[in-house]
């Protein structure tokens, strides 16, 4: 394990703010997460852990607090350099997949290295490797609408993958799958995280999802009530 690749310090988050009806939504928030580990976020719905994902994220900056992201204080960032940050170091993987219609599976996985400025060449052959790794090879010419739920699924994994960031950043990730398509695409976050040694950050509302990574991360209210270690060993082998 490195050093650490999350630094959340006094972190707060409010909207409206100086409105009559301020939200406080993320109340002095501080982890840290070390490169390499695999840990969850919990919450039920409304508990802030969505917003709190958009600021590990780099999608939104806090109120008030520190945040460095493998090292660099990213709260201050210029809109551009936030959008870079968030190219550069996160793959974010989304409840609905949020692949373009438009485009073959093979060009989703191409798009964020389509905005980092790679060779199309080099852009192509990375994205059909990816497609092979997720075991999606016979299907890189299929548009999302010819795909299942599962499928989608992989493929945006595939595409988070694309820049080689730091992190995974999973939100919800199996909400839209049943349970079986499920465990398939937690067992590939498993994979990512022990084979190539990926920093994974998954929200969920799923205690027993969560009870499959590092570190359980509980957000209530905006604030975290508990951290502890969960048990990825029982996710092992299956």
């Given at each position: 394990?490195?050093g650490n690749?999350?630094?959340m310090?006094?972190?707060?988050k409010?909207?409206?703010i100086?409105t ?5 939504i993320i109340k002095?928030?501080s ?6 580990d695999?840990?969850s ?6 508990s ?17 607090g ?8 990213v709260?201050?960032?210029s809109e551009?350099?936030?959008?870079d ?7 974010f993987?989304f409840?609905t997949?949020?692949?373009i ?8 996985v191409?798009?964020?290295m ?5 060779d199309?060449?080099?852009r192509?052959?990375?994205a ?5 790794l ?15 739920g599962?499928q989608?699924?992989?493929?945006a ?5 694309a ?10 990730p199996?909400g839209?799958?049943?349970s079986?398509?499920g ?6 976050f ?14 969920t509302?799923?205690?027993?999802l969560?009870a ?18 969960g048990a ?7």
């Amino acid at each position: 394990m490195g050093g650490n690749i999350i630094e959340m310090k006094h972190i707060v988050k409010n909207f409206y703010i100086g409105t009559p009806n301020e939200l406080h939504i993320i109340k002095d928030v501080s982890f840290t997460v070390r490169e390499g580990d695999f840990v969850s976020i919990v919450g039920v719905s409304g508990s802030g852990k969505s917003t709190l994902m958009n600021m590990i994220g780099v999608l939104d900056r806090p109120t008030g607090g520190e945040y460095l992201l493998d090292g660099i204080d990213v709260s201050r960032m210029s809109e551009n350099d936030m959008s870079d940050v968030r190219n550069r170091k996160i793959g974010f993987v989304f409840q609905t997949f949020n692949l373009i219609p438009r485009s073959s599976a093979l060009k989703n996985v191409e798009l964020p290295m389509l905005y980092a400025g790679m060779d199309g060449r080099a852009r192509s052959r990375r994205a059909k490797e990816l497609m092979e790794l997720v075991e999606m090879g016979d299907r890189m010419d299929h548009l999302p609408s010819e795909l299942s739920g599962g499928q989608k699924q992989r493929v945006a994994i595939a595409r988070a993958l694309a820049n080689d960031p730091a992190i995974i950043l999973a939100d919800e990730p199996t909400g839209a799958l049943d349970s079986a398509t499920g465990r398939m695409v937690m067992d590939l976050f498993h994979r990512v995280h022990r084979e190539d040694g990926k920093t994974v950050v998954l929200i969920t509302h799923n205690r027993e999802l969560a009870a499959e990574t590092d570190r359980i991360i509980t957000i209530r209210d905006g604030r975290i009530v508990s951290d502890q270690p969960g048990a990825p060993r029982a996710a092992e082998g299956r």
